[in-house]
Every structure is written in structure tokens, then in C-alpha cells.
């Protein structure tokens, strides 16, 4: 052998030896893998191997994270089979089974899958695959094509992943769902499942045991009924199939971000991302988003609401079955007509508005049927106790239709509607169909559009509306007199606060010292309180100028009683007296964002770090659907219109954004070159590709540019003027922490400062107009 041939093979050698060493991704037919050895996908994402969970020492087969998350486990084999040692071994067989042995000979699990070897050109292998799913092919040896005949992706356990199918086989008869862990040490089939039911139109149903804690929705062609909907997600796609083959839906993502959805072992479905800044999992959203979610808390004919309080009411035209036990905030048995029902054409609809849609287990669907023949097909059949469109994209589309009690409805802003069935006499003066609605509608339009009056019932409607609403008050200039009959101010919708005496808040506040004050807003001037107890207090009066009066002051309770956020100072009760309307808060000893952040000297405290802190701890665990209606925050459809939605709260997340990367207030804010607002200013810099002169100079030395601008550019796409542009806050979070790509934000809603003043008086057109012609 010639001298120089020697380093060659030792070189090949080397090569050679490297390429065993390499991580896996296969194994073939009689390839085994022990307990030490692992197979790793092909980029790294997902690996597989024995493990032991927790501080349990029993051993398991199954899939985790590789290089996140500290191996997060995402699927396990022997669930109910653990092995005691680590004798364990994974092996293939020739005819395609996965079994896993214990000491090389006792079987502990297998996947139960073969296929027949017809010739020598076929040949099985199990491969993980960067999705985490775990596949056994039939791979033609002369050829690319090759069959699945197994996959973990068919079999979940309590993960949910990207790709993966949640539904029904309705050729095999294949039923792919989610079940908890018994508990964080013993993955075993626990007390919670997720499963899609095919009874009546599919829906998603959380059991716990044999008793159906909650229910996802059906699907209404933009997403589940029950569960927000945002017009253009960036993180990932749903969709749903339903066919003569198979029902099923799945999701996928849109960007390089890893989420997950997990059924925790005690019972929780939580969307999670891996924040890589954060070396953590992160809540994108709770499928339980609040005690509404739970199945049937009002009982059959009751409608939920979080924004009431209690939360149960009855349909119109239905009432409490058992009066007593409503009472006592036991809402279980429901609701009964008031009426009975008339089979036949004398029986009326009730449209019911913005709905999760009732529980369609007793359901019946049509895809190609209109709305009227929905109707109609409900109409003639005495058992149907209500109908809706399957689709409400583009106006409406298909037929769904109930057949039993209607349970587990709650308010919720969405397009989805439902009418009810109910006898006629309870519909007199009403809207009573979707036919009769739209002829009725056309009627009065053409009436207001040929009348010279219309600016005089506009007004007087307005006028009348006011004082419908404020009964028991006497008007006084800007100031409100309550009559000492109505010192609850009505306010029913108001969960755990205080009531609080006059006497007690004024000796608090030493009657409301000059040295207690604390400072002056559009409400009324706020002073530190000292409670007999001790606990300090910050006290919100409503002054003689303020512009603000009973309507906001009841706003304000209302929704600020609802806000649950570490971020955000807690209401701890109100004081109504005669002419005085007072807001109690819980003292903060450091006090508000605003005290640093719009302070030249105070703001040099606030670090970038810091800031975007803040940033992220107003996500979407914050439990709110409405703004309080501070200027300067509030959306357009608010000031404008009068209407809320949950993309009322993404506009004021996006002014917070800007204000804390600029270290200027929004209502304040002007510039020499123009009139814009903060908003406006954005977006010009934006536009101009200078949005880093946005960014306050007390932040120049500890931000990380690339941080600000996607911030930014967030905030801009918050504050679009069209609330349906607007990204749900669950995606904000996903967009704020991710390095995907986000979409260009359309024009803001920005207004100088002379039109806020001018917005400051404008009436709710929703109140003057729509209330005169549709209310119900």
C-alpha cells in the first residue's frame, strides 16, 4: 500500500465514524433503541427517547422538545405501561409494528400496526419528524412513494400541535383527542378530556369524567363560536373539514414561533408560546376565558353575561323555572316560557344577537340553505326551538337548527345570531323573523329618507333617550342630585365593592384636605385617604367643572370593577350622596405609570427593559371588555358612536404603547409642522421610514432598537381606525415577543386636538338613532 493512500482511508475512516456518531432521525425493520439512545428530527426541534417525569423514577417512551423548554414532553407511548428500570428498548418489526420491550423480552406497549410484504421492494421505517410527529412508513425501495401505516399524530395525549388532527375518521372509526396527565409525575390517562363530538353539528366539549365542564363552540366559518376572532391572524391558520370521510379541525402557524396547546392535569386547555427571551412558556390564551365558559351555568333558555351582575338572565319571553333558587345564585334549572308554544305559522322568531350559539348536540345542519329557508324548515317543524346560519361569513350562509332546549348560550361580541322560537303573542310590537326584520327595516328608512323632520326626531329621540335613562335624577348645570331613594344608583352590574358613607370618606381624607390632594384629572380632583383600619386610599371626587357626570361615573364603576390586572390600580368601592359622586382606589405608594412616565426628570427612571416590561404585562390575561373612556384613549367607535368591542381595548393598548416609547402624552402632544396628535406623528415617521425619532431621549442609551420599532410598529397596527383592522390581543402578545414578519398598518384613527373637544359633546348616534328604530 503506497504511503499517501494511508491518510485517505484514515480521512474516510474519520468520516465514517462522524456520521455514526450523528443524530438520528430513522430507524428501519429490527433496529432497536434503548434507553440510552435517542432519535432527533431532522433540524432539531423535536427528540424521542425514554425519560422519567418529574422526581418519579418509571420509565417512559416519548417525544419532548430538544432544544427548548427543557424538554418539554409533548407525547408519550407506554402511558399506562411504565417500565420500573432502564431495560427499556424501542423496536421496529419488519411488518411495521412499534412494540417496546422491558428486559429485552416482556412486551409493555405497541402501536398494534402491520402491513403486508408482498415483495422485496417495500421495506418499513419509523422516522420523527420535525412536527413531533412519530411515523411508521411503507417506503417502495425503487420509488419516493411512501404510506403511512402508523403515527403518533393519530393518538394525542395532553399536547396539541401544529399539523394535528382533533376529529373523527369516519371511515375507521378513529377518534383523535386530547387527554390530561393524571397528575405532573404520572402521565396516565387522567380525569380530563377534550374531544371533538359528532352528535348534531361537531363542537369541542371538555369532560371531566362523565360531567361536561365546558364547551368550545361549533365552528362558524371564521373560527369556534365562543372564542375570539380576529380578521387577519399572523400566528397561525385554522381550519375546520367536515365531510362524508372525515370531521375534523387542526391549526397551523404562520411564523417561526413555537405554540402549543395543552390540557393540564387539572383541567386547564391553555394556548402556550416559548418566549427564547424569557427561557419560558408563556399563556397566550385560556380556552376557559372566565366563569361563563362553564357549561350551562344558567340552565336551559338562560343567556350569561360577565358584564352583568349576577351573571344569569333568562330570554325574553322565558323566566326562572325555580324563582327561589335564582335567588340564591342557583341558575342551573333555567329558564320556562312565559308563554306556551302554538305549532304552526301563529309561533314568531326572536332574533337574539351576539351570541355564542347553544349547545348542538340536539342540532340539525344544511350548508346550501338561506337564512329564510332555515326559517321556513323551522317553522314547520314543531320540535325546533330555534335556528342560525352555519356561516356567517359574507352575510350569512347554511342552516343550523335546535331541536331540544337551548343550554350554554352567553353574550358574546361576535356576528353570530340566533333566533328563538316563542309564541307570537310575545313578539307584538317586535321584530319577529329575519324577513319581517329586513321588511320592516327598508320601511322605515324609506320613511326617515322622505320625511323633513328627520333632524327633529333625531333630537328629540336623543333628548327622550337621556331622560328615559336618568330617572330619579334632577338635573343641576353639570351636576347630578340623587334623591335619597336611589342612593344604590342602580347599580346592579357591581361585583365586591364597598359602599362607602360620605362621613367615613370625608374623615378619611381629613374633608378633603389641601394637603392631601394628590392631583387633578378630568374627573375631578383625587386626595389620599387613611381608612379607621389603617389602609390608605386614594379618593376620586367628582368636581363642580367636570364635564363628566352621572353616565360616566356609573361607566366607570361598572368597568373598572372588572379589570383584574397586576398593572392596574384595583377600585376598592364608590360613595354616592346627594350631589356627590366619589370613586375609592387603593393607594399606590409608588405611584402611576404617568407620575414617571410624562415627568422630564421622573422618566430617566423608566429604562427601556423597564418600559417594555410594562408593555408586556398588559396582555391578554387582562379580563376586560370595555375602556372607561378616559380622552385620549378611547377608539373611534367609542367617541364617535358610543359602541364597545373588545378591539376598543386593543386601540388604548396601542396610544399606551406610543405614549411609553415617547415619553409624551397623546392628548397633549402637538408638533410645529402639523396638528396630529401622537398618533399621527407615528404614523407620518412611519411612513417616512423615521419612526426611531418617536423614541424618547431619555431611552437612547439602555433600548434595543429592534425592540422599540416592532413596538411601534404594534402600536400602529392597535390604532387603525377600523376596529375590524385591528389585531386581538391575544395576537399582540405573539407579535410583540416573535420575529415574524407583521402586515403594514393601515391609516390610524388620529384626531387634533380641537376635534377631541369637539367629540367631547357629540351624541351616541347608536343611542338617537338605532335605539329609535330597533328597540327591543
Known amino acids: ?37 435517542t432519535l432527533v428530527s431532522e433540524k432539531g426541534m423535536f427528540e424521542l427517547g425514554f425519560f422519567s417525569p418529574g422526581k418519579s423514577n418509571n420509565r417512559y417512551l416519548g417525544i419532548w422538545y430538544k432544544n427548548i423548554s427543557n424538554g418539554t414532553v409533548v407525547w408519550v407511548a ?33 402501536s398494534n400496526s402491520s ?63 386530547m387527554t390530561s396527565w393524571k397528575s405532573p409525575e404520572d402521565p396516565s390517562v387522567g380525569a380530563y378530556c377534550n374531544i371533538v363530538d359528532t352528535n348534531g353539528y361537531p363542537q369541542t366539549l371538555e369532560w371531566q369524567g362523565q360531567v361536561l365542564q365546558a364547551r368550545l363552540g361549533p365552528w362558524n366559518g371564521l373560527g369556534f363560536s365562543g372564542f375570539p376572532i380576529e380578521k387577519e391572524n399572523q400566528i397561525y391558520s385554522l381550519e375546520f373539514v367536515i365531510n362524508e370521510k372525515e370531521i375534523y379541525h387542526k391549526y397551523e402557524l404562520k411564523s417561526s414561533i413555537v405554540l402549543r396547546v395543552v390540557l393540564t392535569w387539572d383541567g ?92 348542538t348536540r340536539r342540532s340539525w345542519y344544511n350548508v346550501s340553505m338561506t337564512l329564510g329557508e332555515c326559517e321556513m324548515t323551522c317553522r314547520s317543524n314543531c320540535s325546533c326551538t330555534g335556528y342560525a346560519s352555519l356561516d356567517i361569513r359574507n352575510g350569512g350562509s347554511g342552516c343550523l337548527i335546535w331541536f331540544d332546549e337551548l343550554i350554554d348560550t352567553r353574550e358574546y361580541d361576535a356576528n353570530q345570531d340566533i333566533y328563538v322560537r316563542m309564541a307570537a303573542s310575545e313578539l307584538e ?51 347630578y342630585v340623587l334623591d335619597e331613594k336611589n342612593t344604590s344608583l342602580q347599580m346592579e352590574h357591581v361585583e365586591d365593592l364597598q359602599l362607602f358613607s360620605l362621613a367615613e370618606v370625608a374623615r378619611s381624607t381629613d374633608n378633603f384636605s389641601l ?29 363642580q367643572t367636570s364635564q363628566q357626570g352621572l353616565d360616566e361615573f356609573k361607566n366607570e364603576v361598572i368597568c373598572i370593577s372588572k379589570l383584574q390586572h ?60 370595555k375602556v372607561v373612556g378616559t380622552h385620549g384613549y378611547i377608539s373611534p367607535e367609542y367617541a364617535l358612536y358610543g359602541c364597545f368591542s373588545i378591539k376598543s381595548d386593543v386601540f388604548s393598548f396601542g396610544v399606551m404603547v406610543l405614549e411609553i416609547i415617547s415619553g409624551k402624552r397623546n392628548r397633549e402632544f402637538s408638533h410645529g409642522e402639523h396638528k396630529d396628535n401622537l398618533l399621527g406623528h407615528a404614523w407620518r415617521l412611519y411612513k417616512d421610514g423615521r ?78 338613532t338605532m335605539t329609535l328604530l330597533y328597540d327591543r
Open 1 to 37: 500500500m503506497e504511503a499517501h493512500s494511508i491518510p485517505t482511508l484514515f480521512f474516510i475512516a474519520v468520516i465514517l465514524w462522524l456520521s455514526d456518531c450523528a443524530a438520528l432521525d430513522t430507524i428501519t425493520a429490527n433496529q432497536e433503541i434503548k434507553d440510552s439512545d
Open 78 to 110: 407506554n402511558r399506562e405501561t411504565p417500565i420500573t428500570d432502564k431495560s427499556g428498548m424501542l423496536k421496529l418489526s419488519s411488518q411495521g409494528n412499534l412494540v417496546i420491550l422491558s428486559g429485552g423480552k416482556s412486551k409493555v406497549w405497541s
Open 115 to 177: 402491513v403486508s410484504m408482498r415483495s422485496n421492494d417495500t421495506a418499513v421505517m419509523v422516522q420523527l419528524l420535525d412536527t413531533g410527529n412519530l411515523v411508521v412508513w411503507n417506503k417502495n425501495k425503487n420509488s419516493t412513494k411512501q404510506n403511512v401505516i402508523w403515527q403518533s399524530f393519530d393518538y394525542p395525549g395532553d399536547t396539541y400541535l401544529p399539523g394535528m388532527k382533533l376529529g373523527k375518521d369516519l371511515e375507521t372509526g378513529l377518534q383523535r383527542f
Open 268 to 359: 386547564k386547555t391553555l394556548l402556550l408560546h416559548w418566549i427564547e427571551r424569557l427561557k419560558d412558556w408563556v399563556v397566550y390564551a385560556d380556552i376557559i376565558v372566565d366563569s361563563c365558559a362553564r357549561f350551562s351555568l344558567c340552565g336551559p333558555y338562560g343567556i350569561c353575561s360577565i358584564n352583568k351582575h349576577p351573571p344569569c338572565t333568562c330570554m325574553h319571553g322565558f323566566e326562572p323555572r325555580n324563582p327561589e333558587q335564582w335567588e340564591a345564585s342557583d341558575w342551573v334549572s333555567g329558564c320556562i316560557r312565559k308563554k306556551p308554544l302554538n305549532c304552526g305559522n301563529v309561533d314568531g322568531f326572536w332574533k337574539l344577537a351576539g351570541v355564542k350559539v347553544p349547545d
Open 429 to 479: 310590537g317586535h321584530v319577529d323573523s329575519q324577513s319581517d326584520f329586513n321588511e320592516k327595516k327598508i320601511i322605515v328608512i324609506v320613511v326617515l329618507l322622505t320625511s323633513s323632520a328627520v333632524p327633529l326626531l333625531l333630537v328629540v329621540a336623543f333628548t327622550c333617550r337621556k331622560i328615559k335613562k336618568r330617572p330619579h335624577v334632577k338635573g343641576q348645570g353639570n351636576r
Open 515 to 543: 394637603s392631601n390632594k394628590l392631583g387633578e384629572g378630568g374627573f375631578g380632583p383625587v386626595y389620599k385617604g387613611v381608612l379607621e383600619g389603617g389602609r390608605e386610599i386614594a379618593v376620586k371626587r367628582l368636581s
Open 566 to 625: 397586576r398593572n392596574l390600580v384595583k377600585l376598592l368601592g364608590y360613595c354616592i350622596h346627594k350631589n356627590e359622586l366619589i370613586l375609592i382606589y387603593e393607594y399606590m405608594t409608588n405611584k402611576s405609570l404617568d407620575f414617571f412616565l410624562f415627568d422630564e426628570t421622573r422618566t430617566l427612571m423608566l429604562n427601556w427593559p423597564q418600559r417594555f416590561h410594562i408593555i408586556h404585562g398588559h396582555d391578554a390575561t387582562s379580563k376586560t371588555k
Open 691 to 768: 419612526s426611531n425619532e418617536l423614541i424618547s431621549g431619555s431611552l437612547q442609551a439602555t433600548c434595543v432598537i429592534s425592540e422599540v420599532l416592532r413596538s411601534m410598529h404594534v402600536a400602529l397596527l392597535c390604532v387603525q381606525h377600523n376596529a375590524e383592522d385591528r389585531p386581538t390581543m391575544l395576537s399582540v402578545v405573539l407579535m410583540l415577543v416573535s420575529d415574524g414578519a407583521l402586515p403594514d398598518p393601515k391609516h390610524p384613527a388620529f384626531f387634533t386636538q380641537q376635534s377631541y373637544h369637539e367629540l367631547e359633546s357629540f351624541p351616541s348616534i347608536n343611542q338617537c
